[in-house]
Structures are given as C-alpha cells and as structure tokens.
C-alpha cells in the first residue's frame, strides 16, 4: 500500500508538557531523521477549540507522517524515540491511519499524498485535509470571512471530528476532519452556500500563495 498516511494528535495537561512539547516543534525533527520507509512529514500545532481557529491551542499537537506503507508506520509508532517521548509527557495519542482517495495542489512546494489512490466503500470514514499559506495581504479578510464559512459544520450529523492544525498561527493553517461517508462529504462540498461562496473568494481574491485540499479513506484508529 504505497503512500500510506498517518495523522497522530497528542495532547497534554500540565504547563511542564505544553512547554515541553512546544519546544519539540523545533528539536523533534531530529528524531525523524532517516526513518525507514518514511516520505514527508509535519510537526504542527493547533488552534483554540474545533475547526478553525487563530488562536492556538497550547495542550494539542500534531504529526503528519507519509509512509511506504503500513508497516513501516506501525514500526515507527512501536519504536521511534520522538513517539516514546510522547508517551511518557502526553495525556494521550491517537494515530488516524488512511489512506489517500485523491488530492490536488501543493504543501511546501510539493503534493506529498501522490500515489496509490483507493475506490471508498459507501460505508467508509472519510478524512478531509486542507491546508494553504494565507497571504499576509490577504489576513484580515480571510480570517473576517471563516466564522461564516464554519456555520455548515455547526451540529452538523455526518462530522464526527474536525480540528484545525498548522505550521505558523495564522499564516499557514491547515484543518483535519473526519466524516461518516464520502456521500457526507459530498453534501457539504457542493450542497453549502456558505461553502461555495468560500470557494468563489478564495478564486476571486487569491487568498493563498499555496493550497492543498486532499481526501482519504480511514483504515483505522489507534489510541494510546
């Protein structure tokens, strides 16, 4: 299974453990030097709340890893250093494992979810990613515009899970949601004026110097 991907979020409780773990966002990179089987990766932080959201959220962290295959991420979670260091600081880790049904654009100069692409069954989970670098012209009415764009989400049946992840607060911003099924996806995607009319701006008023959008299947979940 080629271009396996796997979204660990972790979180913490003591100020000991968020201090510790925004350190980390600089110095765990060296624990992900020459991982086998290991493609791109992203240390990333998160915002306030579900969704998207400005201000961070100093208790949850995240790591996006992109694999050759499952194997090669299970034997990272099992034995890699940084994984065992948040073990030992974190309240908990979950590890969403899936598996890319398409994607289209770029993440730091490339679109890392390119390969082996799976037909979902209609019963499947459905994980969405989107991320994009903001203009800095572009802020204040991007950020004016997403309490509108969010209003879909709201109680919304078929969103089972939604956070909004990152690489810098407010400038390059990424959101990871998990739907009941494609169908679900589908609905919001083409059937939400507020939705479209974010699609239309983003067009028109060229929020973004780079964006990503990618879909995938959820193989399955792992909590620690």
Known sequence: ?????????????????KFWAFGMMQFGHR???????????????SGKGDGFNPYP??????LLTIWD??????TFIENNSLIAHYERKA???????????????????????EGDEVKPNPSDNICILTRATIKWSKLRTFWKY????KLPLTNNPDLLYTKGVGEV????????SIWNNLEAVKQFAYKSKEHAA???????????KEELFARFVLLKTIEQ
């Open 31 to 45: 624990h992900l030097q020459n991982v086998d089987g290991l493609n791109f990766y992203k240390l990333l932080g």
């Open 1 to 17: 299974m080629a271009n396996f991907t796997c979204l660990t979020l972790v979180k913490y409780d003591t100020l000991s453990s």
């Open 91 to 113: 309240t908990s880790l979950t590890h969403y494992f899936m598996q890319p049904i398409r994607s289209h654009g770029l993440w730091s100069g490339v679109n890392p979810f």
């Open 169 to 176: 607060p407010l400038v390059q911003m990424a959101t990871f």
């Open 198 to 208: 974010a699609v239309r701006m983003t067009r028109e008023l060229k929020w973004y």
């Open 69 to 74: 295959s499952v194997e090669a991420a299970e």
């Open 57 to 62: 959220d100093w208790g949850t962290y995240a």
């Open 146 to 149: 997403v309490p509108t764009s």
